[in-house]
């Protein structure tokens, strides 16, 4: 919840369609998101009123290693936090869990689109970082990092 408030005090949320937040150990692929969301929003200025449900198993389908939202999204998360804290047991659930009730709260539309992030977790094995997928968790040591970036082809999307 820290992350998300320093986003909507930094402001740059304001300047784009869609803000991405990531967990520092997730191996994360934006040129592939890039093609995603232009499926989902593909006319360029005109963004929806969503959020991207990505882990199937999940309580809340939302998982917190890769968070998708519009700006639209993110704007009624803003505007709605403070009266989901008053509804929601919020003490006692994963910020990604709260987000997503929050945002069903406030009545934002959502989206799956399973298969972008390989997780243990939601039913993925993100041991082999070559699925062509958005994002890898859990990588903590540099080593394995750098391993999955090569695997997922990373240095060839970037020189072409």
């Given at each position: 919840?820290?992350?998300?408030?320093?986003?909507?005090?930094?402001?740059?949320?304001?300047?784009?369609?869609?803000?991405?937040?990531?967990?520092?150990?997730?191996?994360?692929?934006?040129?592939?998101?890039?093609?995603?969301?232009?499926?989902?929003?593909?006319?360029?200025?005109?963004?929806?009123?969503?959020?991207?449900?990505?882990?199937?198993?999940?309580?809340?389908?939302?998982?917190?290693?890769?968070?998708?939202?519009?700006?639209?999204?993110?704007?009624?998360?803003?505007?709605?936090?403070?009266?989901?804290?008053?509804?929601?047991?919020?003490?006692?659930?994963?910020?990604?869990?709260?987000?997503?009730?929050?945002?069903?709260?406030?009545?934002?539309?959502?989206?799956?689109?399973?298969?972008?992030?390989d997780d243990e977790f939601c039913?993925?094995?993100?041991?082999?970082?070559?699925?062509?997928?958005?994002?890898?968790?859990?990588?903590?040591?540099?080593?394995?990092?750098?391993?999955?970036?090569?695997?997922?082809?990373?240095?060839?999307?970037?020189?072409?």
């Amino acid at each position: 919840m820290k992350a998300w408030e320093l986003i909507r005090e930094d402001g740059r949320y304001e300047t784009h369609d869609w803000t991405v937040k990531v967990d520092p150990d997730v191996v994360f692929i934006p040129e592939r998101l890039r093609s995603h969301l232009k499926q989902v929003a593909p006319k360029p200025g005109v963004t929806p009123r969503l959020y991207i449900k990505n882990c199937r198993p999940a309580v809340s389908g939302l998982y917190g290693a890769l968070e998708i939202l519009s700006r639209p999204a993110v704007e009624a998360y803003f505007i709605a936090k403070d009266d989901c804290k008053k509804i929601l047991d919020w003490n006692h659930m994963g910020e990604d869990v709260f987000m997503s009730k929050c945002l069903d709260i406030a009545k934002v539309t959502y989206i799956d689109v399973f298969g972008m992030l390989d997780d243990e977790f939601c039913g993925e094995d993100p041991s082999s970082c070559s699925s062509g997928a958005v994002a890898f968790h859990k990588f903590a040591k540099v080593d394995a990092y750098t391993q999955c970036l090569e695997e997922a082809g990373w240095h060839k999307e970037q020189t072409g």
